[in-house]
């Protein structure tokens, strides 16, 4: 069931999808720019959006977010969950590596125990994916199993293919919406072959590799290996803006807020780049900036894979293209001291 | 693939958002040291009291609702009931805002969380309890079980050390397993005060002294890690295989439920895959990250 849009008719079909879902685009908030909630008619983000700065994990494991709130009377408490909005959401442009990354978190998520605040809005959320034409020099998800075009991990694909986008239905979920859509036409063999041609057109376009190949046990062999650890993170400055940025990254804190007798638990984001993070009162595992950064490089590349059989990077790129020192994941990857 | 063994890890059924804490009362208070307390608590919920149940290693996570949550050991052995036992350190602002609770005050737990000490595998072994300060906590959750199930076990040696005497925790413990002839329990101090008449000595040191024998035995270390990383080598002098040394490890935690992130140890958390350990599994990363 593939289909065809104009991109000139984009806005109808947003607001069609309106009716159901509350919509979400790439959006300019300030100096950045993320997925925010669709004001009903503007679509100028097709003509600037490559890659939203803040990743899409945030719709679902916002940077703040509410857990409980309590009520405290006399020597009392009456704890409360937050009231579900229940709305279904859809979002639309992701990313094919950001999309991937939402499956990579749904994994921590649901291991063991279930963290219900991320599920419950994953489960509400269709994600409408859209094929990169014009990736960024930072970009290498071609290494990581994925690629510009990548519809592994969407309800819907669309394809650049000119004036049209080719529109796929990739899931169950994909499906029944775009069959309740109107206004769509059936692709062609041609539109097809041209969706073909664009995504190798794509695909060639990322030219920044990592070489993944006994990663988990390379990164091991040096893990001991402080001299390395510490010429290659010299510049870091622990901003944590990798880490935040990073759109499998999932840590996060708990805090407390007690006002009168009004008071809330809620989680943030936190960051393993920051030396707080481990900070215990007599002793701190990693009060090291070259051990916190290990970690962040270890985790992705050594730790998730042992657990998840995934390595928790996809190549968006955006430690490289936000990190303020220029600091680069990839060359650490090319560079490690491997002992055999 | 380097290979780790992880097949403790334990799938765990939760009912409702595993984040909400039941609310407990606090039932008595014991001063430990100037710096340690026991709380004795139970579940305000009637129900809950008889359905909560828990193994010896086990945590939970304790909140001073306002102020903050904190993980600590369960220090009660499952085979007394009535009540649970955790014991708090004043060091931060949690445990600050715990040592502040009176009798009756309400706190949130929420919990059993992680591994426990594997039972089966200790028994018919000869045990060798090693502790440091308040490093006794999660042990004792295990003594008294074995004490609880004594023709299980064969030999319990006990070396018990703290900072000075008046840093000795679970002093009552101390006096009934002395007294228990199938014990030996040797308790030091780093330095004595004039009415100490015990030895002197660091941990790791008194453990060379004695010298138990790592024929069928498994060690049982829980203490700062300082402590820990010293004890490790004694032990590996003394004959003991790293699958035979057993400890029970604590790190900044904040979810316990292997979510948060910061309590790794390589690619195991401390909160989910432990705390128990047995040394084969993390002496990978312990010489630097732990
Ligand atoms: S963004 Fe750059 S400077 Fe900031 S923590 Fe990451 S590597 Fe360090
Ligand atoms: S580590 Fe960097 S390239 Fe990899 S997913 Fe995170 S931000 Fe993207
Ligand atoms: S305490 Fe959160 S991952 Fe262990």
Redesign the interface.
């Given at each position: 069931m593939t289909k065809k849009i104009n991109k000139r008719d984009i806005g109808k079909l947003l607001t069609q999808w309106n009716q159901e879902f509350a919509i979400f685009v790439p959006s300019k908030e300030g100096d950045t720019t993320k997925m925010t909630s669709w004001d009903g008619k503007d679509v100028s983000f097709l003509d600037w959006y490559r890659n939203t700065v803040i990743p899409p994990k945030a719709s679902f494991f916002p940077p703040l977010e509410e857990?409980?709130h309590?009520q405290?009377n006399k020597?009392?408490?009456d704890?409360e969950?937050p009231a579900s909005d229940g709305q279904k959401k859809l979002i639309f442009g992701i990313r094919p590596c950001d999309a991937k990354a939402l499956a990579i978190l749904d994994m921590?998520?649901k291991?063991?125990?279930?963290?219900?605040y991320y599920l419950s809005k994953r489960e509400n959320t269709v994600l409408v994916g859209l094929g990169c034409t014009n990736p960024y020099d930072s970009c290498f998800c071609t290494s990581l199993g994925s690629n510009p075009s990548d519809s592994a991990n969407v309800d819907i694909m669309l394809t650049d293919i000119g004036d049209q986008f080719l529109m796929e239905a990739i899931t169950d979920k994909g499906k029944s919406l775009i069959a309740n859509t109107s206004g769509l036409d059936d692709a062609t063999e041609a539109d097809e072959a041209r969706a073909k041609e664009a995504q190798e057109t794509s695909y060639r376009k990322v030219t920044k590799r990592v070489d993944t190949k006994d990663i988990?046990?390379r990164l091991?062999s040096c893990?001991?290996d402080?001299d390395y650890w510490e010429k290659v993170t010299a510049k870091c400055i622990s901003c944590g803006i990798c880490t935040f940025l990073c759109p499998t990254c999932?840590?996060?804190?708990?805090?407390?807020?007690?006002v009168k007798r009004q008071?809330v638990?809620f989680?943030s984001w936190?960051s393993?780049a920051l030396p707080i993070?481990?900070?215990?009162?007599?002793?701190n595992?990693?009060e090291e900036k070259w051990?916190r950064v290990r970690?962040k490089v270890?985790?992705k590349y050594?730790?998730?894979?042992?657990?998840f059989d995934v390595i928790a990077c996809t190549g968006c790129g955006r430690c490289i293209r936000q990190c303020p020192v220029n600091w680069d994941i990839t060359q650490i990857l090319a560079s490690l001291p491997v002992k055999v | 693939?380097?290979v780790?063994d992880?097949s403790h890890?334990?799938?765990?059924l939760?009912k409702g958002?595993?984040?909400?804490?039941h609310?407990v009362v606090i039932e008595k208070i014991i001063d430990e040291t100037p710096t340690v307390r026991t709380f004795h608590f139970n579940f305000k919920d009637e129900k809950l009291r008889k359905e909560f149940t828990f193994e010896s290693g086990q945590f939970a996570e304790f909140?001073v609702?306002?102020?903050?949550?904190a993980p600590f050991c369960i220090s009660s052995s499952p085979t007394r009931s009535g009540h649970l036992e955790f014991a708090v350190q004043r060091?931060?602002r949690v445990t600050n805002a715990l040592h502040r609770l009176g009798v009756?005050?309400?706190i949130?737990c929420r919990g059993p969380y992680g591994n426990s000490f594997p039972l089966d595998f200790l028994q018919s072994k000869n045990l060798v309890f090693i502790a440091g300060g308040i490093g006794l906590a999660p042990l004792r959750a295990l003594i008294w079980n074995v004490i609880d199930n004594r023709d299980k076990y064969k030999n319990i040696d006990i070396i018990y050390g703290a900072r000075s005497p008046a840093d000795l925790c679970f002093r009552y413990d101390l006096d009934s397993w002395n007294k228990d002839k199938t014990v030996n329990i040797v308790t030091t101090v780093d330095k004595g005060d004039e009415s100490w008449t015990g030895r002197e000595g660091f941990v790791p040191q008194v453990l060379e002294q004695v010298a138990p024998s790592a024929t069928k035995a498994v060690a049982i270390v829980c203490g700062?890690?300082?402590m820990i990383r010293f004890t490790f080598p004694v032990l590996e002098k003394l004959g003991f295989t790293p699958k035979q040394v057993i400890t029970t490890l604590?790190?900044?935690m904040?979810?316990g439920?292997?979510?948060?992130?910061?309590c790794?140890i390589?690619?195991l958390y401390v909160c989910?895959d432990g705390p128990v350990f047995s040394y084969a599994q993390i002496k990978?990363?312990i010489?630097?990250?732990?």
């Open positions: 857990m409980f309590f405290k020597g009392s408490y704890l969950l921590i998520f291991d063991a125990y279930e963290d219900p988990e046990e091991l893990f001991e402080q999932y840590c996060f804190d708990i805090n407390d807020e007690l008071g638990r989680r936190d393993c993070y481990t900070k215990m009162p007599m002793e595992p990693r051990q970690q270890c985790h050594e730790f998730y894979p042992m657990n | 693939m380097p780790i992880i890890r334990k799938k765990f939760a958002n595993v984040y909400l804490p609310i909140s609702f306002g102020i903050g949550e060091v931060g009756g005050a309400e949130g700062p890690p300082i604590e790190k900044r904040k979810c439920i292997g979510k948060c992130g910061r790794n390589g690619n989910r990978n990363f010489s630097s990250e732990y």
